[in-house]
């Protein structure tokens, strides 16, 4: 049974984040392709609310401005000056119709391996144990710092206890409260307007409102997870660190389970949004990012770098960075290969080594195999660009675009001097500087003769 989509989601992401020493706000800090905030926003989306409301305070434009960028859609919140989760909760709802009834989640921006599943399963729990309040919970090595979950005589939550408000004998209690939480809509409102700020940190909690549904005789449960690093907040660039490596090392394994296989999994990093077909060999020091596609059968690897780019079946690319580009079917690139934005290689044609390319069409069968400048230049298939050739596209104001026939050959250091075109089938002689077109069927000469001086 899956249960019913909450009407809201709010996302808590005004704290100041002071530990990470940065000027970027903490939940704009990025692991897997996405920033923290972008992964609370995802994990909420998955269980598909009515409105999802994200609450912001510090660098508030930034933030802002992020979210507007990754999901259109969703209610940017001002926290006021008055501190505290409860706080920030509250004004997350500010915003939403006062009579939305049905469940809200209270999530935090900066625990980014949450997934939307573990959100999903809370929901359940909370439509199946009938309770007002469902907290998301778990067993930490180090409670340090967590609020304590205190169970009644039944198992039931009592209440929740700050740190710094524990006693003795809650300070021994390892189960802590995630922060993640599922709430009637009706109990949260009304309760959140009942909590004061009498505690150890002068803050509005937002743990405050379970004691008190509990007291009006509402049924508080906890949802207890073994994965508790899901509810790992990052606070320092350390935990920053240890998130992206079990981020990745996640989406690594998830891709072996579908037949990838993986030399060196630590060596690898795969962004979530990374799409690679069966049978992909990834060598190690391969680091696959943004929206990458890797088709079925490719190698990739070792030592590459691919971001937003579509690697065709069967392809093979070995030590290379590779960006905005388009690799055939079959096609293979490197060693020491620099694609760059705008490339697209054809099925079964080479980019060889020390070869950079930029907005480079190379037609099917076409070969650029040396040390070889290829910007703005389109080249038909089964072309061969011989070593050292320079495509000088830039005249120091304009770019300028250069045309290379199908089945045309190129002799080795030559400079096309664009904007040039060169005809089907047609040939430039060895260490030409080519400034004008060439026919079809006309051999280039464009160099001085040699002179062979006696003495
Ligand atoms: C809170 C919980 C604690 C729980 C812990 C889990 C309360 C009172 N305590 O601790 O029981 O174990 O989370 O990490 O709720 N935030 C705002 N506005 C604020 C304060 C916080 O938006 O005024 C956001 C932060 O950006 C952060 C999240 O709420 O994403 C948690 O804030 P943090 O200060 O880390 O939590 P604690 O209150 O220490
Ligand atoms: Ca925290």
Redesign the pocket.
């Known amino acids: 049974m899956t249960s019913e989509a909450p009407a809201a989601v709010v996302i808590?992401?005004?704290?100041e984040g002071t530990r990470m020493k940065s000027a970027t706000p903490k939940v704009l800090h990025r692991i897997g392709g996405r920033s923290l905030l972008g992964h609370a926003i995802a994990a909420a989306r998955a269980t598909g609310p009515a409105y999802l409301s994200v609450?912001v305070?510090h660098q508030r434009d930034l933030v802002a401005e992020h979210i507007a960028q990754v999901d259109p859609d969703a209610i940017i919140a001002d926290?006021d000056e008055v501190?505290?989760?409860g706080?920030?909760a509250e004004c997350g709802l500010e915003p939403l119709p006062a009579d939305l009834d049905g469940t809200i989640l209270v999530t935090?921006?900066?625990v980014p391996l949450l997934t939307g599943d573990t959100l999903n399963a809370l929901l359940e729990r909370h439509a199946q144990s009938d309770s007002v309040i469902t907290v998301l919970t778990g067993d930490a090595p180090d409670p340090t710092g967590?609020?304590r979950i205190v169970r009644d005589a039944d198992g039931h939550v009592a209440a929740?206890v700050?740190h710094k408000d524990c006693t003795p004998e809650q300070l021994q209690i390892r189960e802590?409260?995630?922060?993640i939480y599922a709430f009637d809509a009706h109990v949260l409102r009304t309760n959140l307007a009942r909590v004061g700020t009498e505690n150890a940190q002068g803050?509005k909690?937002?743990?405050d409102v379970l004691a008190l549904a509990r007291g009006d005789g509402g049924n508080v449960s906890a949802f207890q997870i073994s994965d508790v690093i899901q509810t790992e907040?990052v606070n320092d660039r350390v935990q920053l660190a240890t998130l992206g490596a079990v981020l990745s090392r996640r989406q690594t394994e998830r891709w072996m389970r579908a037949g990838v296989t993986i030399v060196d999994p630590a060596s690898t990093w795969i962004d979530v949004d990374v799409t690679i077909g069966t049978d992909v060999t990834i060598q190690p020091g391969t680091q696959l990012l943004g929206a990458t596609t890797i088709g079925e059968g490719a190698t990739i690897g070792p030592e590459v770098t691919i971001r937003d780019s579509e690697i065709g079946a069967w392809a093979h690319v070995r030590r290379a960075e590779v960006e905005f580009s388009v690799v055939g079917e079959g096609a293979t690139v490197g060693p020491y290969s620099y694609l760059r934005a705008g490339t697209e290689l054809g099925p079964q044609g080479k980019i060889g080594g020390f070869v950079e390319t930029k907005n480079a069409k190379i037609g099917p069968g076409a070969k650029v195999p040396h040390l070889t400048y290829c910007g703005d230049a389109t080249i038909g298939e089964g072309a061969n660009i011989g070593a050292g050739t320079i495509f000088a596209n830039y005249d120091g104001v304009a770019k300028h675009h250069s045309f290379v026939g199908r089945h045309s050959f190129v002799g080795s250091h030559t400079v096309i001097v664009s904007p040039v075109s060169v005809a089907d089938g047609a040939y430039v002689a060895a260490g030409s500087a080519l400034v004008n077109d060439v026919a079809p069927g006309e051999i280039a000469v464009a160099r001085a003769r040699q002179r062979n001086i006696p003495g």
């Open positions: 808590l992401a005004a704290g609450v305070r926290q501190k505290g989760t706080r920030a935090y921006g900066d967590y609020g929740i700050e802590i409260n995630s922060g803050e909690y937002l743990t907040g």
